[in-house]
């Protein structure tokens, strides 16, 4: 599986990005569940939001607080995250991972978009 991020830039507290992930190397990826993470300057790598391939299931870390919206384009083959209100604090590099078929764990995953959020 391979996975490529997309989208990131830099905006001002309140703005909006949409980040991209494009995947390949399967014709499928039903079974899959495909996640965005980010990791902070000087912080530890932390769980932002997932998405089960199959039915579009959705769940979200807390700090989220209904800003961003997960989603998927089966046709594509691409998850999207889509970012509004945010804030300095979002400011971070933002990966995409997956898990494989049935799994939990994320052992496949993209390089980084940055996102900079400026006050």
């Known amino acids: 599986v391979q996975l490529q991020a997309s989208g990131g830039g830099m905006v001002q507290a309140g703005g909006s990005l949409r980040l991209s992930c494009a995947a390949s190397?399967?014709?499928?990826?039903?079974?899959?569940?495909m996640g965005w993470f980010r990791q902070a300057p000087g912080k530890e790598r932390e769980f932002v939001s997932r998405?089960?391939?199959?039915?579009?299931?959705?769940y979200y870390a807390d700090f989220v607080d209904g800003r961003f919206t997960i989603s998927r384009d089966t046709r594509r083959n691409t998850v999207y995250l889509q970012m509004n209100s945010l804030k300095p604090v979002d400011t971070a590099v933002y990966y995409c991972a997956s898990t494989g078929v049935g799994g939990t764990e994320y052992n496949y995953w993209g390089r980084g978009t940055l996102v900079t959020v400026s006050s």
């Open positions: 998405i089960r391939w199959s039915s579009g299931t959705t």
């Open positions: 190397g399967r014709n499928t990826f039903s079974g899959y569940l």
